[in-house]
């Protein structure tokens, strides 16, 4: 747990257990601004809330505002533990309340004589199904009016009460008048919320896994290397945090460099791609920097440690994956938008009806609370409620069929309204598989060239060395070559009938590898990785859509260029790691709705910035927890195309069906508060707005999708 009197400076986390929605963590960040707290940021997704702490408040105190609004801190082995739960809450509410809803349901289905028309038999059913929302939505809906506030749960705890309560009187005072028996619509309104929250729910909860996963790279030990009194070097193994700045390590060949140094003895190749992208394993010699968390290739060194444990360049990574989600705008449901107007209006009309019909008119009181009632029913939140789950469902269904996974409805809104997508190069415009484009002889001699590289390739220890040689493996002949030398990090040498021949990094800088004969230049060697398919075609598309296309890549100028030429793509940034992406779609984001799509472990903090964030099933566990789209098509583009065509019918269809939603509110209302709906007419009326939304909703089915 935390500190009892965290440092003022220092940013402080604490898990927060039972937030569900944006509006629930909105009512903790209110909760924590009446302390003198500062930089406060609630996120329900994580389950977490960060501050400073300047006036160094106690933690015990900190824990009693959080508790006295209804929520409760936890400790970060508890908040573990508790994601590993079988079945969360949520779930076993909706089970339950599908048990005891369905035989209600069925009710309308057999004759008024039938058993399943017992009033006691429903108000039994009913009942524990009410109790759950009660309890579930309840808790939502009380401490948002009490923090001045009104959402769906108010909304929804409304519907379900006024049904509920309703029916309740009719059972105790008109036992034999059916038409005053409401439970299976209590009921289904509860049953129906909760299913849409279980998806939401189910849809969510892996994007909390991406910080797990960083920390999972995180080495946990290294070896230190020590000089003993009697002059003797002695290496052990220790944890990282035991490490000091100075202190001398050793890596060697599939050892994990276990924090930022610089190497003071040795050479190696150093795999950095889940730090940098650059897709090529590194040279690192005497003085070069090393990173922590980075695979010794081939080689071995000693570095001396530069870094902390939380200094590194990958703490730093988690931190601003942290930082990201914590930024995260709160995304509120369409519903949430309009409620908060709608229910106080709702409740006003219901009891002005009251006032209207026993005062003005002089109705018997039983007349003017039914008219009431008729209001709050026919006014219920399902339609509502089952506007936007019924769309995201027919929506996810149809992505799933094309191989795209998309988690939740929100992230359906954000993606249909982009306006920037950023692209990584490295696997996911291009497919990561690297190959020789094409050798350049310079002179008449083509078979002397390609014999001479073949033969040259077949001591490098270069990893596209392997390239070249399949290549030319049917093309050439292995030469009988002298002074073989390879100069890491450079290129390799030898003579030939003697003549001195060099193959390596390009001195031109017009290509990637070049061959050399008595220094003077005879062939180059292009190299390229493959762009993915129909990669012109979706950027072609997307542009269509008024939407801006950018390049962002931790490769070098040329290559990000050359391939913004082959797709048309008008901005690049090339050359940046993973904190400088972070920054560029820090500042993306906040003037235009941002998109990134990557694959890898540099890419986490930008995509957790961003507003939607697009991964491949191939890629990093990092980035797929970090993404809330998917694309199982990973050698092809086309399902970016799709997805984002996907959310813009499923987006259309969310805002038709709370439009009806909500214009067969305003119609209705204004008729049941003049008398001419009783309530069950009003609730038959309520039940064919669900069918409008139903079927506009399944109307998605048979869209075209490009």
């Keep these: 747990m935390e500190k009892e009197k965290p440092e003022g400076g220092e940013v402080c986390q604490i898990g927060v257990e039972g937030m569900t929605c944006s509006n629930c963590a909105k009512t903790v960040e209110n909760a924590l601004k009446k302390l003198p707290l500062e930089d406060i940021r609630v996120d329900f997704v994580s389950k977490e809330a960060q501050f400073k702490n300047p006036s160094h408040i106690p933690l015990s105190e900190i824990k009693k505002a959080i508790e006295k609004a209804g929520y409760k801190v936890i400790i970060e082995d508890n908040q573990s533990a508790s994601t590993k739960k079988r079945y969360s809450p949520l779930f076993l509410k909706l089970v339950f309340s599908a048990i005891f809803t369905f035989p209600l349901l069925l009710h309308m289905f057999v004759p008024a004589s039938h058993w399943l028309n017992n009033i006691w038999l429903q108000f039994f059913l009913a009942t524990p199904v009410y109790i759950i929302g009660a309890m579930h939505f309840g808790k939502g809906a009380y401490h948002a009016l009490k923090m001045r506030n009104t959402n769906m749960d108010v909304l929804i705890i409304i519907g379900a009460s006024a049904a509920y309560f309703y029916s309740l009187y009719g059972a105790l005072f008109y036992p034999h008048e059916h038409r005053f028996l409401f439970f299976e619509t209590a009921a289904s309104i509860i049953s129906i919320v909760l299913l849409g929250s279980y998806i939401e729910e189910i849809s969510v909860n892996k994007t909390t896994q991406s910080i797990e996963e960083l920390k999972n790279i995180q080495p946990q030990y290294g070896k230190k290397v020590e000089i003993t009194s009697d002059g003797k070097i002695e290496i052990r193994q220790i944890d990282v945090k035991d490490f000091k700045k100075g202190d001398v390590f050793l890596a060697a060949q599939g050892d994990v460099i276990p924090l930022d140094g610089i190497v003071s003895?040795?050479?190696?190749?150093?795999?950095?791609?889940?730090?940098?992208?650059?897709?090529?394993?590194?040279?690192?010699?005497?003085?070069?920097?090393?990173?922590?968390?980075?695979?010794?290739?081939?080689?071995?060194?000693?570095?001396?440690?530069?870094?902390?444990?939380?200094?590194?360049?990958?703490?730093?990574?988690?931190?601003?994956?942290?930082?990201?989600?914590?930024?995260?705008?709160?995304?509120?449901?369409?519903?949430?938008?309009?409620?908060?107007?709608?229910?106080?209006?709702?409740?006003?009309?219901?009891?002005?009806?009251?006032?209207?019909?026993?005062?003005?008119?002089?109705?018997?009181?039983?007349?003017?609370?039914?008219?009431?009632?008729?209001?709050?029913?026919?006014?219920?939140?399902?339609?509502?409620?089952?506007?936007?789950?019924?769309?995201?469902?027919?929506?996810?269904?149809?992505?799933?069929?094309?191989?795209?996974?998309?988690?939740?409805?929100?992230?359906?809104?954000?993606?249909?309204?982009?306006?920037?997508?950023?692209?990584?190069?490295?696997?996911?415009?291009?497919?990561?598989n690297f190959t020789i484009r094409k050798i350049d002889c310079l002179n008449n001699d083509s078979q002397l060239i390609y014999n001479i590289i073949y033969s040259l390739e077949q001591h490098s220890s270069h990893p596209i060395a392997q390239s070249i040689i399949n290549l030319l493996k049917n093309k050439a002949e292995v030469l009988p070559l002298k002074q073989l030398q390879e100069i890491p990090g450079e290129g390799i040498s030898a003579y030939y009938e003697n003549d001195k021949w060099y193959l390596g990094k390009s001195k031109t800088g017009t290509t990637e590898i070049e061959l050399y004969k008595n220094n003077e230049l005879m062939a180059k060697i292009e190299i390229y990785d493959e762009i993915k398919k129909d990669a012109r075609k979706v950027i072609q598309y997307l542009k269509s859509k008024n939407i801006e296309v950018v390049l962002l890549s931790g490769d070098n100028q040329r290559k990000c260029e050359m391939l913004a030429q082959q797709l048309e793509i008008d901005k690049i940034y090339f050359d940046k790691k993973p904190d400088e992406k972070f920054t560029i779609i820090e500042q993306l984001v906040k003037t235009k709705k941002t998109a990134m799509i990557g694959d890898g472990i540099n890419d986490a903090p930008a995509l957790e910035k961003a507003h939607v964030s697009v991964s491949f099933s191939d890629a990093t566990q990092v980035a797929i927890n970090s993404a809330k789209i998917i694309l199982l098509q990973k050698d092809s583009l086309i399902g970016l195309q799709q997805a984002h065509h996907i959310a813009l019918k499923t987006y259309q269809t969310t805002k038709q069906n709370l439009f009806w939603a909500f214009f067969y509110n305003v119609l209705a209302i204004p008729i049941a508060a003049a008398g001419f709906l009783s309530p069950i007419i009003a609730a038959f009326s309520m039940g064919f707005s669900d069918v409008i939304v139903v079927g506009n909703s399944l109307l998605l089915k048979w869209k075209k999708i490009d």
């Excluded at 150093?270 to 990173?291: C, F, H, L, Q, R």
């Excluded at 695979?295 to 530069?306: W, Y």
């Excluded at 039914?370 to 789950?389: D, F, R």
């Excluded at 795209?404 to 990584?424: M, Q, R």
């Design 265 to 432: 003895e040795g050479e190696a190749w150093i795999n950095e791609a889940m730090i940098t992208g650059e897709s090529e394993p590194v040279y690192k010699t005497v003085n070069d920097k090393i990173i922590g968390g980075t695979i010794v290739e081939k080689g071995n060194l000693k570095g001396i440690v530069e870094s902390s444990a939380n200094e590194t360049v990958l703490n730093r990574i988690i931190n601003l994956v942290k930082q990201a989600q914590s930024d995260k705008p709160h995304i509120q449901r369409l519903g949430d938008k309009v409620s908060s107007i709608f229910v106080p209006v709702v409740v006003f009309i219901a009891i002005t009806t009251f006032i209207v019909w026993k005062i003005i008119l002089n109705a018997p009181v039983e007349e003017a609370m039914l008219n009431a009632i008729a209001v709050l029913v026919i006014s219920c939140p399902c339609a509502m409620g089952l506007a936007i789950p019924t769309a995201v469902v027919v929506g996810l269904g149809l992505a799933a069929k094309r191989g795209i996974l998309i988690k939740g409805a929100s992230t359906i809104e954000e993606f249909a309204n982009i306006e920037t997508i950023v692209f990584d190069k490295t696997g996911t415009l291009t497919t990561g």
